[in-house]
């Protein structure tokens, strides 16, 4: 997307990453004016390179959202960024999220060796950050919690933590300890989240009526109001193109 001297770019990660990386993204405002924007809850987190005109280079991590909230774009600023799933806190980036929902905190200078040359090419970024990353992937991995995450992306969330549970052969109980201690949400919390931004598609198709296993309408209307902050109608809408996760969706 690229607008007024706005751009938004994105691309998937090499097959090695795809179990924890779910996109890398690139931020640009190159205009003189700061562009106000909305952030929505979409069950990943993230790790941002950024620079501005009047702002030192520095490198940010962002935990998970659960409610929409009001952000800054300021001018002359570029980000670029890494957006993670959730099994990469574990066997990637060996961190826990909780203490940082819906909040951000920044990074030791020099983290991955970025500098602020790095952003001056969302490609090469990409390049670079990849290499970094297969190097930190760590073996063994759980295979419940791979399959877990894996049905949970699959189904967009829809599943009941029951279902889950069954599926991977891990107690609700277990799962939610973990995803509590982890993550700072229950795997219901989680799964909500995921429903709501698989959502943001048929929204911006302008189709206002639940598709993602919701009860009802009012509960659609209910739900997508609780992430965003607007009711669908609104959202749709997207003025101004404030709702950034939704411009980045293609238009159906």
Request: proline share 4%.
């Amino acid at each position: 997307m690229v607008k007024e001297g706005f751009e938004l770019k994105t691309t998937q990660p090499a097959a090695g990453l795809a179990d924890f990386v779910e996109s890398f993204w690139m931020i640009r405002n190159d205009s003189a004016n700061a562009r106000e924007i909305v952030v929505l809850p979409d069950g990943r987190f993230d790790i941002i390179f950024s620079v501005a005109a009047n702002q030192p280079f520095h490198a940010t991590l962002r935990g998970l959202d659960t409610q929409p909230d009001q952000a800054s774009i300021p001018a002359h600023m570029v980000m670029f960024a890494v957006s993670f799933k959730l099994l990469a806190i574990e066997y990637l980036l060996d961190i826990k999220m909780a203490s940082i929902l819906n909040e951000g905190r920044l990074l030791p200078p020099g983290f991955w060796n970025v500098t602020a040359d790095d952003l001056g090419d969302f490609e090469t970024f990409c390049q670079k950050t990849t290499a970094t990353m297969l190097g930190l992937v760590k073996t063994g991995i759980d295979n419940r919690k791979q399959k877990l995450f894996r049905l949970i992306y699959a189904s967009n969330g829809s599943l009941t933590v029951q279902q889950l549970s069954d599926s991977v052969g891990w107690s609700s109980r277990q799962i939610n300890r973990y995803f509590n201690e982890q993550f700072g949400i229950s795997l219901k919390a989680y799964c909500n989240i995921f429903r709501f931004r698989a959502s943001l598609q048929q929204i911006r198709d302008g189709k206002l009526f639940p598709e993602q296993n919701f009860a009802d309408q009012t509960h659609f209307i209910k739900e997508i109001k609780k992430f965003s902050g607007v009711v669908p109608k609104e959202l749709a809408k997207n003025q101004n193109d404030r709702f950034i996760l939704l411009s980045a969706l293609p238009k159906g």
